[in-house]
């Protein structure tokens, strides 16, 4: 079972993983109040089960409440067509609204259970932003992994080493491990298969945040 972005991003949310702030939107007004909640650039971001929204026009960034209302009108009911849907494509019926992040470096971080062991693999990889398929296949020295145990809590030590395999530095240390292990309690507290934020980002004020979610869990 999958669940949308801005789904994820409130369990995120209230379980500790730094977000942006967002709406729902399954209309146009609904995307403009929730660009006034905002009160500043946003982001509109089209919500289907599949990646690849970026590079098929179903992410837009909007610096007035005019063009969130116009990028809503094109957006809904539209058929987004990624690398994930197929030809079909998939019915836009929801926009997230969201604040728009000063990012500084953008990154990769998954976690999935690796049936074939037994055990969970939390990965990370400094190429965020971009196809992790793609990565994994032609530079996969550039993905870090860690192996845990189904009843294994992240160690300290763990969460340092995705900090470091990153390249953080400071305070950007702190944040990043704050967060590793907070995704870590999401994913294990709702029972997911799989756990995707491509990309984690750092922002201009040294912040570690999760802008973007993908979950699933098994039926």
């Known amino acids: 079972m999958n669940i949308h972005e801005y789904q994820g991003k409130e369990l995120f949310r209230i379980n500790g993983v730094p977000v942006p702030m967002g709406y729902p939107a399954f209309s146009i007004e609904e995307a403009i109040e929730a660009a006034k909640k905002i009160n500043g650039k946003c982001v509109v971001k089209a919500q289907i089960h599949a990646g690849g929204r ?41 926009l997230l609204i969201e604040e728009a992040s000063n990012i500084k470096k953008e990154f990769y971080a998954g976690i999935v259970l690796d049936r074939a062991i037994g055990k969970y693999v939390f990965m990370v990889s400094t190429k965020g932003g971009v196809e992790i398929e793609k990565v994994a296949e032609k530079t996969p020295e550039k993905i870090i992994k860690i192996t845990l145990e189904p009843w ?8 340092r080493r995705l900090a470091f395999s990153l390249n953080l530095k400071g305070e950007q240390i702190k944040s990043g491990i704050k967060t590793f292990n907070s995704l870590w309690k999401v994913f294990k507290k709702y029972d997911c298969s799989l756990m995707e934020i491509n990309p984690l980002v750092i922002t201009d004020e040294n912040k570690v945040i999760a802008l973007d979610s993908k979950i699933n869990f098994d039926d």
Do not use: M, W
Request: positive net charge.
């Open 54 to 94: 970026g590079k098929a026009g179903g992410v837009k960034i909007a610096n007035s409440i005019e063009e969130v209302e116009s990028f809503a009108s094109d957006l809904l009911g539209k058929i987004l067509i990624t690398h994930q849907t197929g030809p079909k494509g998939k019915i836009v019926q929801r």
């Open 152 to 159: 294994q809590d992240l160690q300290p030590y763990q969460a």
